[in-house]
């Protein structure tokens, strides 16, 4: 399985909803990461994951806060969301943090109302 | 983290045309790697090119890096309206991958 999965494919929310994107791969990979992704821009790296445990935070503000529970899941939960939040969320995986190759998951398009 | 350059910055072609782009940068690659990301998807893996003066082909993809590894190239020959999407170039800088402003391709039939 080569796959990085995301769920919701799609996300509508109000600005004071709680809600959670979540990722999950099943390739023995040791690093996982979210990026925040504007139309027509590159990704943007907010976190990284390495062996479970948080190892880069990019100044993301506290209304993002990341959840890896185990090496296979990401969560990413969100509360009290802005509209300007709105964006393309892609969450990847690569064997280690340092190894070059990411695999990148399909995205949650996230709406804040 | 040192800053990727990439242009042009769209390009919107007809079937069939070739086409260039190009990502550079005023320091030294470690290595590079190229991405496309379709429509609605993720960014996807294309070619990571390490040694300078290197080459690589993937169907009518041709990866150049150069010489002196500051500067890369994508060529892509007789272009399909697959091929539509945004072009990435990324350096892995410590535990972080440093995308660059990315080449959006239209092709168009």
């Keep these: ?78 509360h009290a969301l802005q509209p300007e939040d709105s964006a393309l969320y892609l969450c990847a995986s690569s064997q280690t943090s340092g190894a070059n190759e990411q695999f990148f998951g399909p995205g949650t398009r996230l709406t804040v109302l | 983290t040192q800053l990727l350059e990439q242009s042009p910055q769209f390009l919107s072609i007809q079937e069939g045309e070739n086409l260039t782009v190009y990502c550079n940068s005023s320091s030294v690659f470690s290595s590079l790697q190229w991405y496309r990301q379709e429509p609605g998807e993720g960014p996807v893996l294309l070619v990571t090119v390490v040694t ?51 080449t959006i391709l239209r092709v168009k039939s």
């Design chain 2, 52 to 102: 300078g003066g290197e080459v690589k082909k993937l169907k009518r993809l041709t990866f150049q890096f150069g010489d002196a590894r500051k500067d890369s190239s994508l060529h892509i020959t007789a272009a399909q309206p697959g091929d539509t999407g945004l072009y990435l170039c990324a350096e892995a800088y410590g535990n972080k991958l440093v995308f660059g402003a990315g």
């Design chain 1, 1 to 78: 399985d080569t796959e990085v999965t995301q769920t919701p494919k799609h996300l509508v929310m109000g600005m004071t909803n709680k809600k959670s994107l979540k990722c999950e791969q099943h390739m023995g990979h040791r690093a996982m990461y979210w990026y925040k992704q504007k139309a027509k821009k590159p990704p943007e790296l907010m976190f990284v994951y390495s062996y479970e445990k948080l190892s880069i935070n990019e100044s993301v503000p506290s209304r993002f806060s990341p959840e890896c529970p185990n090496s296979s899941l990401l969560n990413l939960h969100l």
